[in-house]
């Protein structure tokens, strides 16, 4: 009899209903990304980041270390975006992602460290996050004050 958890390799997510949209956020909660990694779609009414993402899942897993791995979170049925104290000429920097929540707009909203937003009009939900490539060592748990 084997005793071992089964490791996560790597997540792929879907969410169309937003009382998911919590869970989902607190999954790529302390993301990193690249300004020069979010790109808008409009022709095909899409928005996708890549995620520098802390691995949440694995935090009590007592066979894995703190990890880190690329994510694609990808926005489907968007109508517009609009950003907020994200400076676009500097593409080298990076936003530490704090939640993704949905108001009554229909506006999902980014909100990042340092007041820096994104909001995006859609039409219905249809959020995706598709892990790709190997986990690398965090070195530290992401901590907030």
Known sequence: MNDTKPKIDHLKIQVNDPE??????????????????????????????????????????PFSNF????????????????TQNINFTKNYCLLNLLSLSLNHDHELLLTFSGKATIKIHIQKLSCYLDDFGQTWPAWTIPVHY
Do not use: G, M
Request: aromatic letters at 10%; glycine letters at 0%.
């Open 67 to 82: 990890e880190r791995t690329l994510s694609a979170l990808i926005l489907n049925n968007v109508v517009s975006v609009q």
């Open 20 to 61: 998911d949209l919590e869970l989902f956020s607190s999954i790529i909660q302390d993301s990193l990304v690249s300004i020069k990694d979010i790109s808008y779609f409009p022709e095909e009414h899409r928005f996708i980041l890549i995620l520098n993402r802390f691995c949440w899942e694995k935090i009590n897993d």
